[in-house]
């Protein structure tokens, strides 16, 4: 099969990785890529905005399957497109992804089905948000409707604190048209799961749990990310916690879309709270999660392009997806700066090394400049440790990430330092 995927990030590198584990596979294309893609893939220097151009190329070089990786164009109705091009697409069409692409029809969804969520209010003015939001306690969080790269929830610990994302998101709109209405949610106390699925319509089929650290900085402290890195499986979250979030929240959303006339097929992404209620919906996602699919996927037997195939042709009931029992944990190195504004072209160096020792580094913001690798955004790489159990595919996560080097590379040092305890 000739396989295009759509994508530049850490998740698409992985994607792309897995896929060209498979022995279906013939060529792998990615668009736009990065330059650790490109050592595995032809790069296609088209955006992932630019539906004609893709939708061209696929048919000009005889794509056989595209596989979309972002939420952008797929809010957008990229595998629309595709579909109308006649070319087969694997992830939801513009519908069903809404589920990601509004954050208020999701909200509302969940509320419809009696699907567990925290308690939330919606507004479209700021003054209205305003007054309610002074009648409410702290913590409370603030979520733009609309996607915002990540970075369109504040998790509020003072009410100016609040008041102050309230007026960037409604009135700055430093999140653009995604500001034009706002969730204003309770604070869930708890630890955060996230779980992947692979869905076509009512068949839900999990991936193994993972769990992400949003914040920049060590101990969740300092603004949001779009994650720093993750880790998998989580040996301190019982079984029973897992079974209950697939069988109340997964499995009930895939059939309330189903029933909304919206049946999902791809990958959705749930991130969860397990509070003392049992685990709550903080959001979903339409797309493989990024950095959770950089350890998920490293752990699948299964050939993904099966899984894929089956998804489409309504056969993913029928398929029994295997997956490894070693520990895989994923910690991000990212440009100083970052979450907000940062530099690029810092030359990267170690790589090589890194993965001598047996680490897989997946590229998220880098590109090729005069024969080096170099910084090309916010979140630079995924470098990813495995083993046994967390203990050592966290050693080696960190002996890896110790051998990387660019001018003001940071990154978290404590991930996965809960599953430890």
Known sequence: MRILVIGSGGREHAIVWALKKSEKVKELFCAPGNAGIASIAECVPIAVNQFDELTSFARDSSIDLVFVGPDDPLADGIVDAFEAAGIPAFGPNKLAAEIEGSKIFMKDLLKKYNIPTAKYETFTSFEK?????????????????????????????????????LRSIMVDKVFGEAGNQVVIEEFLEGQEMSILAFVDGETVKPM?????????????????????????????????????????????????????????????????M?????????????????????????????????????????????????????????????????????????????LAEAEAQGALVFHAGTAQKDGDIVTSGGRVLGIVGLGRDIA????????????????????????????LV
């Not at 409410?136 to 003072?158: E, F, H, N, R, W």
């Not at 959770?292 to 398929?319: F, H, S, W």
């Not at 080696?396 to 040092?413: D, H, L, M, P, W």
């Open 129 to 165: 948000a305003s007054a309610y939001l002074r009648e409410q306690s702290t913590p409370i969080v603030i979520k733009a409707d609309g996607l915002a790269a990540g970075k369109g929830v504040t998790v509020a610990a003072t009410m100016e604190e609040a008041e102050a994302a």
């Open 208 to 272: 193994v749990p993972a769990q992400d650290h949003k914040p920049i900085f060590d101990g969740d402290k300092g603004p949001n990310t779009g994650g720093m890195g993750t880790y998998t499986p989580l040996p301190h979250i019982e079984q029973s916690i897992v079974d209950d979030a697939i069988e109340n929240i997964i499995i009930p959303t895939a059939k309330a879309m189903v029933s909304e006339g919206r049946p999902f097929r791809g990958v959705l992404f749930a991130g969860l």
């Open 274 to 350: 397990i509070t003392k209620d049992g685990p709550k919906t903080i959001e979903f996602n339409a797309r493989m999660g990024d950095p959770e699919t950089q350890v998920v996927l490293p752990r699948l037997k299964t050939d993904l392009v099966d899984i894929v195939l089956a998804a489409m042709n309504g056969r993913l009931a029928d398929l029994d997806i295997q997956w490894s029992d070693e520990a895989a944990v994923c910690v991000v190195a990212a440009s100083e700066g970052y979450p907000g504004s940062y530099p690029k072209g810092r030359v990267i160096t170690g």
């Open 392 to 419: 050592e595919a966290r050693a080696r996560a960190y002996e890896a990430v110790s051998v990387i080097q660019f001018e003001g590379k940071q990154n978290r040092t404590d991930i996965a330092a809960k599953a």
